[in-house]
């Protein structure tokens, strides 16, 4: 089958730094994506994993590792606008196609 | 450049109505998708379609029907609403030959309630 797994919620402070889990399982992996979502928006890209390693991207950076089925989304330098809700995606190519799976998302609360 | 749209923002209708929920986007991506998203299920794929015409069940496709006879516009009809298909629903496309990260870009959704 295919499952995700990511923590419900975090709180973090501001100029911290964060690191949101997500762990997978799936038969026909195809990359990891992490996407942020703003209360009441659209979901937006954020990092891309394909191979094993860190993407960084800014004050964002992105970690996977195929063998665990594992990945972290690491936030830096917290800022309020930061806080969101942040959902790991995985593509699937199990069909010829390719689709998406997501994890119910982690919502990060950033305090001042 | 309009990019991908989605109509209506919001809708109210009755239980056992016709519903359709319009898709468009203005960069000839060759896959969209349709997707719900509900308080602690995240976002569940309910159909999408690799190019006109080609259409695939996604993990909740059941109440739903869809179409793809252009390329840009992929309409979500539910035949008979149920309370149970009050949700947001956000449109997406991609285009994974000239993208390698085939990033999906989402519309702004649909907030729909069946009473």
């Known amino acids: 089958g295919q499952n995700i797994d990511q923590p419900t919620e975090m709180t973090a402070t501001e100029g911290a730094i964060v690191q949101i889990n997500c762990t997978y399982q799936t038969s026909g992996f195809n990359g990891l994506f992490w996407y942020q979502q703003h209360a009441g928006e659209a979901p937006t890209f954020l990092s891309y994993?394909?191979?094993?390693g860190l993407e960084e991207k800014g004050r964002f950076s992105s970690f996977l590792s195929r063998s665990k089925g594992y990945s972290y989304l690491l936030l830096k330098e917290l800022q309020m606008k930061d806080s969101a809700s942040y959902l790991c995606?995985?593509?699937?190519?199990?069909?010829?196609?390719?689709?998406?799976?997501f994890g119910t998302g982690t919502r990060l609360k950033v305090l001042a | 450049d309009a990019g991908i749209t989605q109509s209506p923002r919001y809708k109210i209708t009755e239980t056992g109505r016709q519903v359709t929920l319009m898709c468009h986007q203005t960069w000839s991506h060759s896959y969209m998708f349709w997707y719900r998203q509900d308080l602690g299920h995240g976002l569940r794929l309910i159909y999408y379609?690799?190019?006109?015409?080609?259409?695939d069940k996604g993990e909740v496709p059941d109440g739903y029907v869809v179409s793809r006879s252009k390329t840009e516009n992929f309409p979500l009809t539910l035949e008979s609403a149920t309370r149970s298909q009050t949700s947001v629903y956000f449109c997406?496309?991609?285009?994974?030959?000239?993208?390698?990260?085939?990033?999906?870009?989402f519309g702004a959704g649909t907030r729909l309630s069946v009473l």
């Open positions: 379609s690799a190019a006109a015409d080609i259409t």
């Open positions: 995606a995985v593509r699937d190519s199990t069909s010829g196609t390719y689709k998406y799976i």
């Open positions: 997406a496309s991609s285009e994974p030959r000239t993208d390698p990260k085939n990033i999906q870009y």
């Open positions: 994993n394909v191979l094993d």
